[in-house]
């Protein structure tokens, strides 16, 4: 097998504590969280709940293909301790990866035949998440020498750019499609800072690639693809999970009742953003514990992550059953209020998934990707199974219980994996005999 001359495995001599890096992802998660809010809230305000569809739409066409396509790189290169591959060979596959998802989705919008301004929302959301690709890969090579300072700016910065070029084409061009190319545009020149921020760091860094031939690149590319893809069935089948029920509600109920579903599905992004802050805080750290047989390190910490996983879901749960209509009447207008209901059943398929994302993880920072497939083709098996009994009968409300269903398989599933994983890991004291 071909290797890289590599020295010492390790982190930049910059690099932050794991509370600071933790810090830093919050604010720039909740900072950039809170722009995708206020998105939704400029297009529930200024625009349609049909025009809030399309872009729900658009996001929920392009979730899966975009996701396949990123064959999960970012984590695998964030947990890669023995640093078996070096950044380029990161960014070349997602580069390649990146442009067949955007062929792929304009094939879909052509099949599908969707309206002229639906089929451009598509399109240009797809444009969006294409340059997004490229920064969360840049990501993955600063997550991994633990410079999550660098991640939370490019993150308030991208989210800061999504905001305005939606208000901007929202209230100058009346066109949801203008806004969704102008959102694309300025993360197009995000992407170009993000590489030249990764690129610079991975020079600093103590990870040197050794010079290959053409034939090599190749191999060495095929390789990591063979390794990775498990991961991108994974992520896109979890994508699925999360928009079947979309799928459903947009065929029975129309593009407004998808658009109040979205609105009030993303009011569980507050708890998701604090679990994404933590878990690609602490991955890097995983898997240096795991790589290193430091099982009580390592499921100290998993302990520590669930247990906050836990306490919010809680707190969600609480929030949304007793304030679930005034929030939605003040975030966004008095007819999304009528879905309160909707929201508390969201809220607790949040709380399950919190912990699930959690499980999931940990089965990635010990560099289990393959046993994740199989799982993520139940779970996505039970919430559209559910969605397709449940929707017409019983609309958004069934969706939230398709949602609810779907994430308690994943939770118990994850931790039925990652128990069977440690539990045929040796622990440290084991491991030099």
């Not at 910059?14 to 919050?26: I, K, M, V």
């Not at 969006?128 to 490229?134: Q, T």
């Not at 209509?325 to 966004?332: K, N, V």
Request: charged content about 10%.
């Amino acid at each position: 097998m071909l290797e890289l001359q590599l020295t010492q495995p390790g982190a930049s001599p910059r690099a932050l504590s794991l509370r600071a890096n933790f810090s830093w992802s919050f604010i720039g998660n909740v900072v950039y969280a809170a722009c995708q809010w206020g998105i939704l809230i400029v297009l529930a305000k200024l625009a349609s709940p049909e025009s809030v569809g399309r872009f729900a739409l658009g996001l929920a066409v392009t979730a899966p293909v975009i996701m396949m396509s990123n064959l999960q790189l970012r984590g695998a290169l964030a947990t890669d301790a023995r640093l078996e591959y070096h950044y380029s060979e990161y960014l070349t596959l997602r580069m390649l990866t990146t442009a067949a998802a955007f062929v792929a989705v304009a094939a879909i919008v052509v099949l599908n035949g969707y309206a002229r301004e639906t089929g451009l929302i598509v399109l240009a959301v797809a444009l969006a998440k294409s340059f997004e690709s490229i920064s969360d890969i840049s990501y993955g090579v600063l997550q991994h020498q633990e410079h999550m300072d660098r991640i939370a700016c490019s993150l308030m910065m991208r989210g800061v750019i999504a905001l305005f070029a939606l208000w901007a084409g929202v209230y100058f061009w009346k066109s949801v499609a203008v806004a969704s190319l102008a959102m694309a545009g300025g993360w197009a020149i995000a992407a170009v800072f993000d590489l030249r921020q990764a690129c610079r760091v991975a020079r600093e860094s103590r990870w040197r690639p050794q010079p290959l031939s053409p034939d090599d690149r190749v191999q060495r590319l095929s390789m990591l693809t063979v390794s990775a893809v498990p991961l991108g069935i994974v992520v896109m089948l979890l994508s699925l999970n999360v928009n079947v029920p979309r799928y459903v509600i947009q065929h029975y109920r129309g593009e407004g009742a998808l658009g109040m579903f979205a609105v009030a599905a993303y009011l569980m992004v507050a708890g998701t953003t604090t679990i994404g802050a933590l878990g690609q805080s602490a991955s890097p750290r995983l898997a240096q514990y795991y790589a290193a047989g430091n099982l009580q390190a390592y499921w100290g910490l998993m302990r520590t992550l669930l247990a906050i996983a836990a306490a919010m879901g809680l707190i969600g749960i609480l929030i949304a059953a007793s304030s679930g209509r005034l929030i939605l009447t003040m975030l966004f207008t008095k007819d999304y209020a009528g879905s309160s209901d909707v929201l508390a059943w969201i809220m607790v398929a949040g709380a399950v998934g919190y912990i699930a994302s959690v499980l999931g993880y940990g089965l990635t920072a010990a560099r289990r990707f393959a046993i994740q497939a199989p799982l993520a083709a139940l779970v996505t098996g039970v919430t559209a199974t559910a969605s397709v009994l449940l929707i017409p009968h019983y609309g958004l409300v069934g969706a939230a219980w398709a949602t609810t269903a779907g994430t308690a398989t994943q939770a118990i599933g994850s931790g039925v994996l990652l128990h069977g994983v440690l539990a045929g890991s040796k622990p440290q004291a084991a491991a030099g005999s």
